[in-house]
């Protein structure tokens, strides 16, 4: 039987991560956050302190690696699990950087193509469908303005002590989209054959419903 590979890119705060793990358990593929491998190099080089000059040579003695455990992917920096330490704010501004750094994506260019050729997947990123799998069987851009993407952050960490304002996750989003639309390698764009999905007006469940629908229907043509 063909895997089936999907591809959703979009930009940051739009639900990516969150939809894909509830299409992927609709669908039964393997949800594979590229991220999530972006955000790990960042911690490895941020832990080190390691300058843009040697990130290249330094990149092999990262042993970065996915995991699938009991159905969930967990990310890992040698033995060490980090799937939780990688979503501080401070590495999810240090990955954006760091994933514009053309030495970076192609040592996780194989890791990502490798995974999708043995397995269906759902693969969410910011250059899947136009980089990393051009012959995905569908491809989505998902989407939603940029002040709604900063309400549904701003309410994730309304609870803790530290949770920063509206308008500062606001201005972070607008820097962040900036950033990867336009970095010299790989920049965030739509795929020509994406299909577009903006949640703005859209909960989670009507997301991951209309990513199904369209993944159904490319399918069965």
């Known amino acids: 039987m063909k895997n089936i590979n999907i591809a959703i890119d979009g930009p940051a705060g739009a639900g990516k991560s969150t939809i894909a793990k509830m299409v992927s358990k609709k669908l039964g593929y393997i949800y594979v956050d ?59 501004m240090a990955a954006s950087r760091t994933s514009a750094i053309p030495a970076v994506r192609a040592y996780l260019f194989e890791t990502q193509q490798n995974i999708a050729k043995s397995n269906s997947v759902i693969m969410d990123g910011r250059d899947i469908g136009t980089v990393v799998l051009p012959d995905a069987d569908v491809k989505i851009f998902l989407t939603a303005s940029a002040e709604e993407r900063a309400n549904r952050r701003y309410k994730e960490l309304a609870e803790k002590p530290d949770c920063p304002s509206y308008q500062e996750i606001l201005d972070d989003i607008i820097k962040r989209d900036y950033q990867d639309m336009h970095r010299e390698t790989a920049p965030l764009k739509q795929a020509e054959d994406a299909v577009l999905v903006d949640t703005t007006t859209l909960n989670l469940e009507e997301s991951a419903n209309e990513i199904v629908r369209i993944i159904t229907e490319k399918i069965g043509e």
């Not at 955000?39 to 040697?54: F, H, K, Q, V």
């Open 34 to 92: 590229t991220g999530a491998l972006y955000r790990t190099i960042a911690l490895y080089i941020t832990e080190n302190n390691i300058s843009d000059e040697d990130i290249e040579n330094a990149l092999p003695k990262a042993k970065v690696s996915l995991k699938f455990i009991d159905g969930a992917q967990r990310v890992f920096l040698g033995d060490r699990d980090v799937s939780d330490i990688i979503r501080t704010p401070e590495i999810s």
